[in-house]
């Protein structure tokens, strides 16, 4: 599991109890399911609306993502790439099919299988352009999807909001009409303004409150994971560069040294020396 994310999360709420605590605020003062579920709903719903049906059941498997552990080895990559342009330098691709079934990414065993039986480079490299593309596009439905529940969240917020002080002030009774009746004057001498404006403000707060859901959902949940996902994205389509700069290496049968040189520029400096280090 990814602790950053887990970790995020458990600060953000910790922070909002301390908040409520210092305030001498009871639990019971921002606890509202009606509230949560206009919000929660509203916003689940209006990305149904967004988008089809297919693209949303695979948000529970993008989300996963988030909370797991990045396994991107980009030196891994480059020390796999270095060893097979060893092979290929001495006995050419066709080496290499014995090779396939070890290698468990599927992206990098269907390019240099295709590296094998393609001959053209150039349609060597639009075709894993076009594989990596496609990709990106996967990836951005899912982080998109995060976004938009991020605006839609505060929204409803909103909306809940302007509901509930509809409805309060619709119910704040003064008595109404003129007082030239004599059972409407006893009504107004009987209004307790205390009472009333203590009813106004309690319902004031609870309106307020799909407010606060919305912001702590946009901004606590859906954004972030978003935001999360887009980086997880990045980490994996630079590592599928990295594969297709080194199939194309194979495929132009480069010798292993310039290899690592190629897909080294992928890597910070930093990671760079370090492996320069342990090679001496």
């Known amino acids: 599991m990814d602790i950053a994310t887990l970790f995020g999360l458990i600060i953000g709420i910790g922070l909002i109890i301390f908040a409520i605590a210092v305030r001498e605020g009871q639990a019971s003062y921002f606890w509202d399911y009606s509230a949560l579920l206009l919000v929660l709903g509203g916003t689940i719903a209006a990305t149904f609306v967004n ?145 009333q404006f203590k009813e106004l403000l309690g319902g004031m707060g609870m309106a307020l409150l799909t407010t606060f859901y919305g912001l702590i959902l946009a901004n606590l949940v859906f954004v972030p994971i978003g935001g999360k996902l887009k980086r997880r994205s990045e980490e994996e389509i630079m590592l599928k560069e990295i594969m297709i700069e080194g199939i194309i290496c194979l495929h132009n049968r480069d010798h292993p040294l310039v290899v690592r040189e190629k897909l080294n520029t992928f890597v910070p400096m930093s990671e760079r020396k370090e492996e320069d280090i342990s090679k001496k």
């Open 51 to 195: 988008y089809p049906l297919k693209n949303l059941w695979g948000v529970f498997g993008v989300v996963k993502k988030a909370f797991k552990r990045s396994k991107f080895g980009y030196q891994e990559v480059i020390d796999k790439f270095s060893e097979f342009a060893s092979k290929v330098r001495k006995k050419g691709l066709i080496v290499l099919e014995s090779d396939l079934d070890s290698i468990e990414d599927n992206f990098m065993r269907n390019g240099i299988e295709l590296a094998i039986n393609e001959r053209d480079q150039e349609r060597l490299r639009n075709y894993l352009n076009l594989e990596l593309s496609n990709m990106r596009k996967r990836h951005n439905i899912g982080q998109e999807i995060f976004f938009y529940m991020g605006t839609y969240a505060p929204a409803f917020g909103m909306v809940g909001t302007i509901v509930g002080l509809i409805v309060m002030m619709k119910n704040f009774d003064t008595g109404g009409g003129g007082i030239a009746d004599a059972g409407i004057m006893a009504r107004a001498f009987e209004f307790d303004v205390a009472t």
